[in-house]
């Protein structure tokens, strides 16, 4: 069957540009996450969903980021007014359920000029 | 703090030359500890999930097993094929986030 997708794989954005980075879990998973990571460093929890309620949200760095699920299965992260710190790449990992192993998509790499 | 420490930071190795790879940690519960692989420009690849001390689980040349402080990844008989990062996680009893380790770079050659 299908993995997770995202897109887009590549994304540049002038400082300041809004972006919107799209998920799609593998079909059925109800826990759906996004992770950041940074160069040479572990991926890094952003955010979590169950089904469609986004249950933890402590990851994310600043009011500028901003996720949904409304119906339970795609998910969009928004950055709004990128800044350079916000290069990284951006993971979606889905499961099945709550302490499963989460599957990862290939990421979407983010740079912000 | 939950924390994970992996090392070596980078690890060469000779085709056939078995090794491990340390993964430390500190969490308050351990709900479970997964290993990953990540190939540059991909995103981590699930391998194993450990739940409880003593806990060993293969899968070809790798093995994965759990302490109360620490699980090792041993590889036996590497080949190239094996290069990666090899990423070490914790999940805390009470969340669903994985608190992920730098990873250990693995080059195997010929």
């Known amino acids: 069957g299908a993995g997770v997708s995202q897109s887009p794989r590549y994304k540049v954005a002038k400082r300041g540009q809004d972006v919107a980075l799209r998920c799609d879990p593998i079909s059925g998973h109800v826990s759906l996450f996004w992770y950041q990571q940074a160069l040479g460093q572990g991926p890094e929890f952003l955010t979590y969903?169950?089904?469609?309620?986004?249950?933890?949200k402590s990851g994310l760095p600043s009011d500028r980021f901003f996720a949904e699920r409304p119906e339970g299965s795609v998910s969009t992260l928004k950055i709004q007014r990128t800044q350079q710190e916000d290069s990284a790449v951006y993971l979606c990992?889905?499961?099945?359920?709550?302490?499963?192993?989460?599957?990862f998509g290939p990421g979407t790499r983010l740079t912000v000029t | 703090e939950d924390q994970v420490t992996q090392s070596p930071e980078a690890l060469r190795l000779q085709e056939g030359e078995s090794s491990s790879l340390n993964c430390s940690y500190t969490?308050?519960?351990?709900?479970?500890l997964f290993w990953y692989r990540q190939d540059p420009g991909k995103g981590p690849e699930f391998l194993f999930t450990l739940y409880s001390a003593g806990e060993e689980k293969e899968k070809e040349r790798l093995k994965a097993t759990l302490t109360k402080k620490e699980s090792f990844l041993h590889i036996t008989a590497p080949k190239p094929e094996d290069s990666a990062t090899y990423l070490c996680?914790?999940?805390?009893?009470?969340?669903?986030?994985?608190?992920f380790g730098k990873g250990t770079t693995l080059s195997v050659s010929s």
């Open positions: 969490v308050s519960g351990l709900r479970g």
């Open positions: 969903f169950q089904n469609e309620a986004q249950l933890d």
């Open positions: 990992a889905s499961g099945p359920g709550p302490g499963h192993e989460q599957y």
């Open positions: 996680a914790v999940q805390h009893q009470a969340g669903t986030a994985l608190i």
